[in-house]
């Protein structure tokens, strides 16, 4: 079958899928079918309609809730997860902090686009990163609702020994006001991943810089006004299997005692690491009583700011940050009592799907102890306390890590100096950082799912998991990039 057909085929699916769930919002007979909407408006009417309901409402977005109101306000809409679900029913994803201080993933379902759009329903699903529910496919290719209580592994982003996967790195470049220059995670093999660049698609000469002190590979452009709109692309082949601990003779174990820019030896880390680990004999019971601690104090919350750097002293003071932030606070109070720990940084790849999106880069730490390193995800455990034991000694075989630890020194680097840490690109023009951001993307090859059942891929191109106004489902539909929640 072709593209094309299978595209088509793919698309009438969903379509037939919708007309079952959704009757009352689909055309009536005899009319035309509904124009597919542009995710641009999209966000424009979820954008519109959160912003009225706001200034109608003294300042705050109200969604009823478990019984109460919340009181909310925008933060961001998450542009990877809007979609057309066809049959004149669209779906959007906002983040909204409320005046009682979570974040709140919220999903909206509207009709009426491309005219003036009706928001038909509006639901919780996240309360700071922590799901309120998961999603699984069926084999029909609908998604239903499951309760995270009841939801197995797998949906909640864990496969277990081993996975297999495409991982598509893209950068489209921004205006350039003056020359640029350009750095990019290479990610290499090791004994838990092995990586092989399928492709590299750049408009400009292009080598690769070595970065010692951690073996990284970066990636270098010199980029011109010529190469503005332009798109860099990597495509891996990438084999991972799962961490757990791992034996390593070390030599240089103080390296992993020594402070970093924004992970830094303070008398208050030190100060809160003894107190945790009080009656604590050894290094491993220390670093578990400080995993818990740092899941117990701090709320996963990527608004504000100050966030998303891996300030240890940001995350202390605010109580709150994405998955760097919660790892330069663990390091931190490892090192302050003399347990070594390390960053590394790349993606995890949904566990529930097969191709898709990716919402940005993940992070994860390791510490040293008994003779071995032992991955922990305190981020993730913190969203999902019942993995919360699996995450202290794990990493999922889901995964890819495109660069490992801090403070990265390359040459030729950036004016500014050596790089945070390195999953996002780095941009300079003119000698000045200028943000930009990558889309990650991710592509399986049919396999044999977690219940011994063939879950297939997509025919075609990647396609787009997005959810049906019905509450307990949703459908598949082709599209050139998908999402994962």
Same mark, same amino acid.
């Given at each position: 079958?072709?593209?094309?057909? =299978?595209?088509?085929?793919?698309?009438?699916?969903?379509?037939?899928?919708?007309?079952?769930?959704?009757? /009352?919002?689909?055309?009536?007979?005899?009319?035309?079918?509904?124009?597919?909407?542009?995710?641009?408006?999209?966000?424009?009417?979820?954008?519109?309609?959160?912003?009225?309901?706001?200034?109608?409402?003294?300042?705050?977005?109200?969604?009823?809730?478990?019984?109460?109101?919340?009181?909310?306000?925008?933060? =961001?809409?998450?542009?990877?997860?809007?979609?057309?679900?066809?049959?004149?029913?669209?779906?959007?994803?906002?983040?909204?902090?409320?005046?009682?201080? !979570?974040?709140?993933?919220?999903?909206?379902?509207?009709?009426?686009?491309?005219?003036?759009?009706?928001?038909?329903?509006?639901?919780?699903?996240?309360?700071?990163?922590?799901?309120?529910?998961?999603?699984?496919?069926?084999?029909?290719?609908?998604?239903?609702?499951?309760? *995270?209580?009841?939801?197995?592994?797998?949906?909640?982003?864990?496969?277990?020994?081993?996975?297999?996967?495409?991982?598509?790195? &893209?950068?489209?470049?921004?205006?350039?006001?003056?020359?640029?220059?350009?750095?990019?995670?290479?990610?290499?093999?090791?004994?838990?991943?092995? *990586?092989?660049?399928?492709?590299?698609?750049?408009?400009?000469?292009?080598?690769?810089?070595?970065?010692?002190?951690?073996?990284?590979?970066?990636?270098?452009?010199?980029?011109?006004?010529?190469?503005?709109? /332009?798109?860099?692309?990597?495509?891996?082949?990438?084999?991972?299997?799962?961490?757990?601990?791992?034996?390593?003779?070390?030599?240089?174990?103080?390296?992993?005692?020594?402070?970093?820019?924004?992970?830094?030896?303070?008398?208050?880390? %030190?100060?809160?690491?003894?107190?945790?680990?009080?009656?604590?004999?050894?290094?491993?019971? %220390?670093?578990?009583?400080?995993?818990?601690?740092?899941?117990?104090?701090?709320?996963?919350?990527?608004?504000?700011?100050?966030?998303?750097?891996?300030?240890?002293?940001?995350?202390?003071?605010?109580?709150?940050?994405?998955?760097?932030?919660?790892?330069?606070?663990?390091?931190?109070?490892?090192?302050?009592?003399?347990?070594?720990? =390390?960053?590394?940084?790349?993606?995890?790849?949904?566990?529930? &799907?097969?191709?898709?999106?990716?919402?940005?880069?993940?992070?994860?730490?390791?510490?040293?102890?008994?003779?071995?390193?032992?991955? *922990?995800?305190?981020?993730?455990?913190?969203?999902?306390?019942?993995?919360?034991?699996?995450?202290?000694?794990?990493?999922?075989?889901?995964?890819?890590?495109?660069?490992?630890?801090?403070?990265?020194?390359?040459?030729?680097?950036?004016?500014?100096? !050596?790089?945070?840490?390195?999953?996002?690109?780095?941009?300079?023009?003119?000698?000045? !950082?200028?943000?930009?951001?990558?889309?990650? /993307?991710?592509?399986?090859?049919?396999?044999?799912?977690?219940?011994?059942?063939? %879950?297939?891929?997509?025919?075609?191109?990647?396609?787009?998991?997005?959810?049906?106004?019905?509450?307990?489902?949703?459908?598949? &539909?082709?599209?050139?990039?998908?999402?994962?929640?």
């Amino acid at each position: 079958m072709s593209h094309s057909r =299978r595209k088509t085929h793919l698309r009438r699916a969903a379509l037939v899928l919708a007309a079952a769930l959704l009757p /009352s919002l689909l055309p009536a007979a005899g009319k035309p079918a509904a124009i597919e909407v542009s995710t641009e408006r999209i966000e424009q009417a979820i954008q519109s309609h959160i912003l009225e309901a706001t200034r109608a409402g003294d300042g705050h977005f109200r969604v009823p809730f478990q019984g109460n109101v919340l009181e909310l306000e925008l933060v =961001r809409v998450h542009t990877e997860y809007l979609a057309d679900l066809g049959g004149g029913v669209q779906f959007a994803c906002v983040d909204l902090v409320g005046t009682d201080g !979570p974040v709140y993933d919220v999903d909206f379902f509207m009709k009426g686009l491309p005219g003036p759009a009706t928001v038909t329903q509006t639901t919780v699903h996240k309360i700071d990163g922590q799901p309120l529910y998961a999603w699984d496919q069926k084999d029909d290719g609908t998604w239903v609702r499951v309760p *995270v209580t009841e939801a197995p592994d797998r949906l909640l982003g864990v496969i277990r020994g081993e996975d297999r996967f495409e991982f598509i790195y &893209r950068v489209k470049l921004p205006p350039l006001s003056g020359p640029g220059r350009l750095w990019i995670p290479l990610a290499q093999s090791d004994g838990f991943q092995t *990586v092989r660049v399928e492709e590299i698609r750049a408009p400009a000469s292009r080598r690769e810089l070595d970065e010692r002190a951690h073996g990284n590979k970066v990636l270098f452009m010199a980029l011109g006004p010529e190469d503005v709109g /332009s798109t860099v692309e990597i495509r891996y082949d990438v084999r991972r299997l799962e961490k757990s601990a791992y034996a390593a003779a070390e030599a240089h174990l103080k390296v992993y005692l020594a402070p970093e820019a924004l992970v830094p030896t303070t008398d208050n880390f %030190r100060k809160i690491a003894r107190e945790v680990i009080k009656g604590k004999p050894s290094d491993l019971m %220390r670093a578990r009583a400080l995993y818990d601690h740092v899941i117990k104090k701090l709320r996963y919350a990527k608004y504000g700011p100050g966030w998303g750097r891996g300030d240890a002293v940001y995350a202390c003071d605010a109580k709150s940050g994405n998955c760097s932030d919660f790892h330069a606070y663990f390091i931190a109070l490892a090192r302050a009592v003399g347990i070594p720990a =390390r960053f590394a940084v790349g993606a995890a790849i949904p566990s529930e &799907r097969d191709d898709g999106g990716i919402d940005g880069y993940h992070c994860w730490a390791e510490f040293y102890a008994d003779g071995k390193w032992w991955p *922990v995800d305190v981020s993730e455990a913190d969203k999902n306390a019942r993995l919360a034991m699996y995450y202290f000694g794990h990493n999922p075989a889901n995964r890819i890590e495109l660069s490992r630890g801090r403070d990265l020194v390359v040459e030729p680097g950036p004016a500014s100096g !050596p790089i945070n840490f390195l999953a996002q690109p780095v941009l300079e023009v003119a000698g000045k !950082p200028v943000k930009i951001k990558a889309d990650f /993307s991710f592509r399986r090859e049919p396999r044999e799912n977690y219940e011994g059942r063939t %879950r297939p891929a997509a025919d075609g191109a990647t396609s787009k998991i997005v959810k049906t106004a019905a509450s307990d489902s949703h459908t598949l &539909r082709p599209s050139s990039l998908g999402a994962g929640r």
